[in-house]
């Protein structure tokens, strides 16, 4: 695979979140390269977004699954129990297991690439004892390998009224191409979101990001930079992931993104890509100060889960 790496020529601050979240660790790239010439490409963004379609979804009284999207990368999952419930997804040996909100559809990605996921419904029964209410399969035939970082999920919450994708909406329309427009939401959450200390401090179990409230207080934790950062370049037809991961020395836990072109290397300031494969982006190393030992070549990160 080509080596690609995003180099960040500054200082940034390493939060440690504290999530307890399962699932299968991606090969999101890395290693040096040259960032290659420009060309200048047709840029033509459009909104990615996710439906629910409630007639073909399958389930119980309490539980509903739309599995009709499963080429496109994601399911619909609605809730309408009262109860705790959790959903564990799992393909081969990997699993990935989230807190389900009720009274709302939620999406969820099939990050694991092609094959046959198991959905499993889990509700309370006492303390931290679940049992199943339902649970159902589909053999996975993507038609994009990026397809599951394209669209709205639980982690990157957004719809076409959101107030990050309009902005996302504005700086698309106004950048040349797809440089400009990374280089415009890159800037733009470093500059008006901060690092909220006393969130970090009082993080729980389960925490769920809103793009939108992160926007509007102008301030959060590397979980709400990374799902900010998603949200507005996903809508947009920018494949985005979320990673969570440790970052050495240290090993702090820590969120991130990595994004995705196909067209050739581009350059600028902060960041410099190579075509056809993974760049890193890390929000809150570029929109906060801390020591620069936690600055490296990308080597000193190591990838666990993505959504």
Not at 34 to 60: C, I, L, M, R
Request: net charge negative; aromatic share 12%.
């Amino acid at each position: 695979m080509t080596g690609r790496r995003v180099t960040i020529a500054i200082m940034g601050l390493i939060l440690l979140c504290g999530l307890m979240i399962t699932g299968c660790g991606g090969d999101s790239g890395g290693g040096s390269g040259n960032s290659g010439e420009k060309t200048n490409v047709t840029w033509s963004p459009q909104f990615y977004g996710a439906e629910f379609h409630e007639d073909q979804a399958e389930g119980n009284d309490k539980v509903k699954m739309d599995l009709s999207t499963a080429p496109e990368g994601y399911v619909g999952l609605r809730a309408t129990t009262g109860a705790k419930l959790k959903l564990q997804v799992l393909k081969d040996s990997e699993e990935y297991i989230y807190d389900i909100r009720n009274g709302r559809d939620e999406f969820f990605p099939l990050q694991c690439g092609d094959g046959v996921y198991t959905f499993k419904v889990m509700e309370n029964a006492m303390d931290s004892k679940y049992f199943e209410i339902y649970s159902c399969q589909a053999d996975v035939q993507l038609a994009d390998k990026n397809a599951p970082f394209l669209h709205p999920n639980q982690y990157a919450d957004y719809t076409a009224d959101s107030a990050c994708v309009k902005q996302a909406g504005e700086m698309a329309a106004s950048a040349g191409n797809e440089e400009e427009f990374v280089k415009a939401v890159y800037d733009g959450i470093s500059k008006s979101i901060t690092y909220d200390e006393a969130k970090a401090r009082s993080i729980k179990k389960g925490y769920i990001p809103d793009p939108d409230a992160t926007m509007a207080s102008g301030k959060g934790i590397c979980f709400d930079y990374a799902s900010l950062a998603a949200s507005m370049l996903r809508s947009q037809g920018i494949p985005t992931k979320i990673i969570f991961g440790y970052v050495a020395p240290d090993d702090l836990y820590h969120a991130w993104n990595m994004f995705y072109t196909e067209e050739n290397g581009w350059s600028s300031v902060e960041f410099s890509v190579n075509p056809d494969d993974w760049s890193r982006i890390d929000l809150t190393f570029y929109a906060n100060g801390t020591d620069d030992k936690f600055i490296g070549d990308g080597s000193n990160y190591t990838e666990v889960y993505q959504y």
